[in-house]
């Protein structure tokens, strides 16, 4: 499980995160949700060591994160697909597939791994030739989801990856992302603005407002009251 305790970060004077803590259970997808703004994006690059943490903690299976290099994510287990979906785009799709392999030491990148990611993405499988540029924007999540799957990660932590993608490619993206954490025991964190999809699939979420935990239970709570979907969910 990811522990975070009383995480606190800053950009200068702006506290863009205060006191967050929660746990994200092993096997399960936990929805980070919040406005522009409230600090989700904040929270996944302070535990994976990319913004540095002014106090607290973040651990996975009780090993320290945020004081752990970024690039050493990998070998612990944890797989970071930020926002925006970056590849290289002169490369080809099955090129960009095996860089994800590579953080994990695993220099070739085998056979065995990229099989796995085609059975799993039958639209990368279809243009693994293809040049990463040419992908559509659902094509192009797809790549990098499977690309830091190639590391075999554990744990998944995910930056709003439905954004500006049409409803029909969320939907078979988060089913994906479903059948993973169902299959493999995957934990995941997921970052959305997307509140009511990622609620459909998440078994948990936490709220964040101005770099403040204000809600952190059950999804079905989350998506059931009316209140909070009003005030902090935008459903
Ligand atoms: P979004 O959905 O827009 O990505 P978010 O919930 O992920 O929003 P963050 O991007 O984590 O929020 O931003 C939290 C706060 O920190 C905001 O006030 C933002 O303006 C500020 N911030 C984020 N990145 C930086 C930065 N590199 N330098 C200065 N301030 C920043």
Same mark, same amino acid.
């Given at each position: ?9 800053? !950009? ?47 651990? !996975? ?29 002169? /490369?080809?799709?099955?090129?960009? /597939? ?14 065995? %791994?990229?099989?796995?990611? !085609? ?21 192009? %999540? ?35 992302? %479903?059948? /993973? ?11 959305? %603005? ?16 101005? =770099? ?9 709570? /989350?998506? =059931? ?6 005030? !902090?969910?935008?459903?």
């Amino acid at each position: 499980m990811i522990e975070v305790r009383e995480l606190s970060a800053s !950009y200068g004077a702006v506290h863009a995160l205060r006191d967050v803590s929660f746990t994200a259970p092993t096997g399960e997808v936990t929805a980070v949700l919040g406005a522009n703004g409230a600090g989700k994006t904040t929270l996944l690059r302070t535990i994976t060591g990319l913004v540095r943490a002014r106090a607290g903690s973040a651990t !996975y299976d009780g090993r320290e994160l945020t004081r752990t290099a970024p690039e050493l994510m990998p070998r612990l287990g944890i797989a970071h697909v930020p926002e925006g979906r970056g590849v290289i785009t002169e /490369l080809t799709v099955e090129e960009n /597939l095996r860089l994800g392999g590579l953080g994990r030491g695993r220099g070739k990148a085998g056979a065995e %791994q990229l099989d796995r990611i !085609y059975a799993l993405f039958p639209a990368v499988a279809d243009r693994r030739s293809a040049l990463a540029h040419t992908l559509s924007g659902g094509e192009r %999540q797809m790549l990098v989801l499977g690309r830091a799957l190639m590391a075999e990660p554990t744990a998944l932590l995910l930056d709003e990856p439905s954004l500006g993608l049409a409803p029909r490619i969320v939907a078979q993206l988060f089913e994906l992302v %479903q059948t /993973l954490v169902a299959e493999e025991g995957l934990t995941v964190l997921l970052v959305e %603005q997307n509140a009511r999809s990622a609620l459909s699939i998440a078994h948990r979420g936490v709220v964040l407002s101005l =770099g403040r935990v204000v809600v952190d239970d059950r999804a079905d709570v /989350l998506a =059931g009251d009316d209140q909070l979907r009003h005030a !902090y969910l935008g459903f």
